[in-house]
């Protein structure tokens, strides 16, 4: 059985501060990572993949990626209001479908 | 915007009724899944269609079924209505094996 582990939440954090959300994963053969956020009430929006072990930046989001330890994890730097949601980790392996985690609520107070 | 719709956006059923739900995918992409989110939980896999064949299923029971057509559309069809199919369904639509799966809106299912 493949799992994907978040941590619920709720995360707080101030505004302008770095939101760091974590994600664990038991299948190691699992080849890409996904993060999405979703508003309450709205389907989940891709905000950035990841394959490779390492960091991946775009704009304020950073993935990291640490396959060894079946670890990967969503910076947020320079936390808005906006940025409120609840994010979802998935992964999948090749044409396999996405396994999601439950989430994490991330509330950022301004 | 994912170029992905989704309809209707609302709907409520009676326990034992059964129910259709419908996706139209961007176009060309040829690969469609489906998924059930239920309040607090992230997405579940129900199951996917390639070029118009199932190709993958996840841990749901035969009531609930799918269809794919030629113009990219799709159906999630669920009989025998149960109150724990009250649910967030989402379809999600690739172009065959790439990975980056993009999301319609949703339809909410209440079931009373």
């Known amino acids: 059985q493949k799992e994907v582990e978040q941590n619920s939440g709720p995360l707080s954090v101030p505004e302008g501060a770095i939101a760091s959300l974590n994600c664990t994963y038991s299948?190691?053969?699992?080849?890409?990572f996904f993060w999405y956020r979703q508003y309450s009430g709205k389907s989940p929006e891709l905000i950035m993949f990841i394959y490779s072990n390492g960091d991946k930046e775009d704009g304020r989001f950073t993935a990291q990626l640490n396959k060894a330890s079946q670890y990967v994890s969503l910076l947020i730097r320079d936390s808005q209001p906006s940025d409120s949601a609840t994010y979802l980790c998935?992964?999948?392996?090749?044409?396999?479908?996405?396994?999601f985690g439950k989430g994490t609520r991330l509330s950022v107070i301004a | 915007e994912t170029g992905v719709t989704q309809s209707p956006t609302h709907l409520i059923k009676t326990r034992g009724q059964q129910v259709t739900l419908r996706c139209s995918s961007q176009s060309g992409h040829n690969t469609v899944s489906w998924y059930q989110q239920a309040l607090g939980q992230g997405p579940q896999f129900i199951f996917q269609?390639?070029?118009?064949?199932?190709?993958g299923r996840g841990n749901f029971p035969p009531r609930f079924s799918g269809l794919q057509f030629p113009n990219y559309s799709s159906e999630l069809n669920v009989n025998a209505l149960e109150l724990d199919d009250s649910a967030l369904y989402l379809c999600?639509?690739?172009?065959?094996?790439?990975?980056?799966?993009?999301f319609g809106p949703g339809t909410r299912l209440l079931v009373l």
């Open positions: 299948d190691r053969g699992s080849q890409s």
């Open positions: 269609y390639y070029r118009e064949e199932e190709n």
């Open positions: 999600a639509s690739r172009l065959g094996t790439e990975e980056t799966q993009y």
């Open positions: 998935a992964v999948n392996t090749g044409n396999t479908p996405l396994v």
